[in-house]
T-cell receptor, first 111, second 112 residues
Framework: GAGVSQSPSNKVTEKGKDVELRCDPI?????LYWYRQSLGQGLEFLIY????????KSGLPSDRFSAERTGGSVSTLTIQRTQQEDSAVYLC?????????FGSGTRLTVV | GQQVMQIPQYQHVQEGEDFTTYCNSS?????IQWYKQRPGGHPVFLIQ?????EVKKQKRLTFQFGEAKKNSSLHITATQTTDVGTYFC????????????FGKGTKLSVKP
């Protein structure tokens, strides 16, 4: 595709429910990153996929968070039993060699 | 793990004044990248620095990479209202295949 696509763009969920966020990276990009950005804050690293290597999960804040990348392309970030503090914009980025291309993010609101 | 610190957190300038943001890594970096995020938008890549002591310019923006490849700076000369946004540095530790860790960003506001 022309760019990194994320869906949904907005998600409102009730506390305790599970959510799935999707990222379609640029075709051919081997690296894929997930970040979380709370209002007015910086980019908090969550997880990094690179080719067929084991993902770097060191940024996941709790075991309620998990992510998969199928076939080296699409990635899904799953948050189980959502909490209000999970409310944020979740950004996905992909890259081939250097620069990271970001999607427009999913704004998650937990009520 | 790798940490990237960035200061200041906020900077308010009068249009025409200069602006600088500084970035420091806890570990030696393979490269450092700079991104700009406009209000309501997502981060957009500005530049990558790879070599020790490298200096690159983009119009009024000057980017530097320290000799030890652990620190970097972005300097904007004669700011304009279009420069408004948050500037992030991002350090990559493991070569072009490494993870990308972002600083917390510097939010720049420009008063006309």
């Amino acid at each position: 595709g022309a760019g990194v696509s994320q869906s949904p763009s907005n998600k409102v969920t009730e506390k305790g429910k599970d959510v799935e966020l999707r990222c379609d990276p640029i075709s051919g990009h081997t690296a894929l990153y997930w970040y979380r950005q709370s209002l007015g804050q910086g980019l908090e690293f969550l997880i990094y996929f690179q080719g067929n290597s084991a993902p770097d999960k060191s940024g996941l804040p709790s075991d309620r968070f998990s992510a998969e990348r199928t076939g080296g392309s699409v990635s899904t970030l799953t948050i189980q039993r959502t909490q209000q503090e999970d409310s944020a914009v979740y950004l996905c980025a992909s890259s081939l060699v250097d620069r990271a291309h970001f999607g427009s993010g999913t704004r998650l609101t937990v009520v | 793990g790798q940490q990237v610190m960035q200061i200041p957190q906020y900077q308010h300038v009068q249009e025409g004044e200069d602006f600088t943001t500084y970035c420091n890594s806890s570990t030696t970096l393979s490269n450092i990248q700079w991104y700009k995020q406009r209000p309501g938008g997502h981060p957009v890549f500005l530049i990558q620095l790879v070599k020790s002591g490298e200096v690159k310019k983009q119009k009024r923006l000057t980017f530097q990479f320290g000799e030890a490849k652990k620190n970097s700076s972005l300097h904007i000369t004669a700011t304009q209202t279009t420069d408004v946004g948050t500037y992030f540095c991002a350090g990559q530790g493991g070569g072009s295949q490494g993870n990308l860790i972002f600083g917390k960003g510097t939010k720049l506001s420009v008063k006309p």
